[in-house]
């Protein structure tokens, strides 16, 4: 592991994703004391250290919970630099604000299209010697853009000092994936093609694009949610035990799955688009971007052979909610002679709103006749016991433990399963919104239907 930063500075420091995550995430760094080092904002707006503290202090009040002790100490720390980013003089100031400081954490939080002025102004000023750099998804729009993304990064930081953030991987429930399966010895002997017949995975949102719809309709599921939150879902379910705890044995266990996933084809892709989408601010008139999609994997392995990985994800769906399935195989020999549906032996991992795990299994009615009702044992996860995901993220960042960000091979491999089926290479489906998507999503899942009903497990 890396030594600990001196110094966190973030671009974009006046933007939505700071407001909403970055100063509550540092706020609570402060609290759990894991933060004392200078923080610096690095913004064009023309504000005093004043205002920009202000700034801050409103945003954590709007998106979290102010903790006042916490926040005077965090005020203590911050710093302001006003500049716009393609002036060097900003970065002259930047480099004069770190002092000292030797092993600064860079965050951007700014569109992709300014990471090169960005990368290009810290190494002329000098501030990327020993330093760290945070970027944000979207790593590319497909394999080229990646690629062409990690060249630039690569000219000015070596690959062990970029942190690329899937906040999905900071996720406390989807780091428990991990733990459960490789901490329970009872998982490992039946977690393959002999004991799982299928694995379900839903991210579903009730609500719509709402005031996003010029950048969704530039994104689509696909891009915006498939190819990395939920592929890194398959990683940590999927994955081979890593060869120890360190981080790049955990990250070489699950580039190691994702090189074995199959390449998409269009027959394993449906495309939805909810009715009225379409009026949407900022969408195209006749946009064929999809805000539902539900795809069907397969893993080239021994382990998962002939296993189908069902997922699916949408826009204006029944509920709001994440949810794994993992189907067994039944008996070998009906004993009892009853009929029972084929997802009666089962692992739910509910990873939001709520945090469980449930094994469904039959049990016997009382009485004289061997006939059973199904059940599902649940643990459930306290409310607010879990670190947020930008609080572990940051703090990991800050830290140099890599383990819960994407590396280049990770991000490659993601492209290589989903770009055969980017853009209209299958048709775009209508569904009604509060549906579960487009009917045709019934014939991919087939037999190993029906799909999980969030709602089912809902508190």
């Known amino acids: ?12 420091a006046t933007g939505d994703l700071a ?140 690959e062990d000092r970029i942190y690329r953030i899937d906040h999905y991987l900071g996720k406390d429930p989807v780091q428990n994936i991990i733990y459960t399966r490789f901490a329970n010895p009872i998982f490992e002997p039946i977690w393959n093609r002999s004991y799982i017949r299928a694995i379900q995975i839903t991210m579903a949102e009730e609500f719509g694009v709402e005031a996003r719809g010029s950048f969704y309709d530039s994104v689509g599921t696909i891009r915006d949610v498939v190819q990395n939150h939920l592929l890194a879902v398959v990683a940590n379910l999927c994955m081979e035990p890593p060869a120890g705890p360190d981080s790049d044995a955990i990250r070489d266990a699950r580039a190691m799955l994702l090189k074995a996933v199959r390449p998409l084809t269009p027959a394993d892709v449906v495309r939805g688009q909810y009715e009225g989408y379409r009026d949407t601010p900022g969408v195209a008139a006749g946009s064929t971007t999809e805000t539902f999609a539900a795809i069907r994997l397969a893993i080239d392995t021994w382990r998962w052979s002939g296993v189908p990985i069902f997922i699916r994800s949408g826009k204006h769906l029944p509920e709001t909610a994440t949810e794994i399935m993992v189907q067994f195989h039944r008996p070998p020999a009906d004993v009892f002679r009853e009929i029972v549906p084929p997802t009666s032996s089962h692992l739910r991992i509910r990873v939001s709103p709520d945090i469980s795990i449930g094994l469904g299994m039959r049990m016997k009615q009382p009485g ?89 497990t809902a508190p």
């Open 19 to 158: 407001a909403k995550q970055i100063f509550p995430a540092l706020q609570i760094l402060v609290a759990n004391g894991e933060l004392d080092v200078p923080v610096i904002g690095v913004a064009d707006a023309p504000w005093s250290l004043e205002e920009f503290t202000a700034h801050a202090r409103r945003a954590i009040e709007e998106h979290a919970t102010l903790d006042e002790a916490a926040f005077a100490t965090l005020s203590g720390l911050l710093r302001y630099v006003s500049g716009d980013y393609a002036d060097t003089e900003t970065f002259t100031t930047l480099r004069t604000e770190l002092g000292a400081a030797e092993r600064p954490v860079h965050y951007l939080a700014i569109p992709p299209s300014l990471f090169e002025v960005v990368a290009s102004g810290l190494a002329a000023s000098g501030c990327t010697d020993g330093a760290r750099i945070v970027v944000e998804k979207p790593f590319g729009r497909d394999a080229g853009s990646a690629a062409e993304l990690n060249a630039l990064l690569h000219r000015y930081f070596s």
């Open 368 to 456: 004289d006749r061997m006939v059973g009702d199904e059940v599902e044992l649940r643990l459930s996860e306290q409310p607010g016991s879990v670190l947020p995901p930008y609080a572990r993220l940051l703090g990991d960042a800050l830290r140099g433990a890599t383990e819960l960000f994407t590396r280049e091979d990770l991000v490659d491999a993601q492209w290589r399963i989903i770009e055969p089926i980017l853009g209209d290479v299958t048709p775009i489906y209508r569904y009604r919104p509060g549906s579960w998507g487009p009917d045709e999503t019934i014939g991919m899942i087939g037999a190993f239907g029906p799909w999980n009903d969030p709602r089912t």
């Open 1 to 12: 592991m890396a030594e600990d930063a001196d110094a966190f500075v973030f671009f974009g």
